[in-house]
């Protein structure tokens, strides 16, 4: 798998304009349909977006419609004309993945308004979970044991030792506080202060795939890859 051309940004263009870059998104077995997460793509029509070319930077592929799951954080985009045939597609893991196995993430994060970059990052697999987002969506997923930088949203999760092999979806952070110590000091009879120290953990969560198949079988066309 190479990550250029595996995995692409998803921006907002308009009159021909770049407005912003809203997330990542990838293909499975389907030439025509990104996958990315629903929140990219939240309160944006078709027209508004497109899937930029690296290769060609005249030839963006504009989004015909978008396929957006009940519940979960995940939008199936149908694109308007085929990407070009360099780009790479993902296989879809046909089971769960074990709590252990090593994931690594690759996606788009915006640094200035301006400075576009990819980072890659990795992390094992600790426990699987339904995340109910502040947001609404409740997404059948499991948290790794890596942070994910802000703006990966919507690229793949694949296994470290078979990387064409995606297992998941970035979908974000979470935080996980232990308190250490705290303490409280009253003042003036009024008011209170306290203070507190703690210890916060950060772990990335990936929508599983796997769990929402039949949902990706009905809205990507052809044939599962095996």
């Known amino acids: 798998m190479r990550p250029f051309a595996a995995v692409q940004p998803l921006v907002h263009k308009e009159d021909g304009h770049y407005r912003a870059v809203l997330g990542s998104s990838f293909r499975l077995w389907a030439p025509r349909h990104y996958l990315t997460a629903a929140h990219c793509v939240r309160g944006y029509d078709p027209a508004q977006l497109h899937i930029l070319n690296a290769l060609d930077d005249d030839h963006d592929i504009p989004i015909q419609s978008i396929h957006r799951h009940d519940s979960a954080d995940v939008a199936v985009l149908q694109c308007a004309s085929d990407p070009p045939e ?23 994060v915006v640094e200035a308004p301006r400075e576009i970059t ?20 409740r997404s059948p997923a499991f948290e790794v ?10 690229g793949p999760g694949f296994l470290a030792s078979s990387p064409r092999t995606a297992v998941g979806l970035v979908l974000g952070n979470l935080e996980s506080e232990i308190v250490v110590s705290q303490s409280e000091e009253r003042q003036d009879g009024h008011t209170v202060y306290k203070d507190r120290i703690s210890n916060i953990t950060r772990y990335g969560v990936l929508l599983s795939l796997e769990a929402l198949r039949p949902w990706l079988e009905e809205h990507l066309p052809g044939v599962t890859a095996a």
Do not use: K
């Not at 990819?118 to 969506?137: F, K, N, P, S």
């Open 86 to 108: 360099t780009f790479e597609r993902f296989d879809l893991l046909r089971m769960d993945p074990h709590l252990g196995n090593q994931v690594h993430c690759f996606g788009v």
């Open 145 to 154: 044991g890596m942070m994910i930088p802000q703006g990966m949203s919507g």
């Open 118 to 137: 990819h980072r890659v990052v990795g992390g094992i697999i600790q426990r699987e979970r339904l995340w109910h987002q502040a947001d609404g969506y």
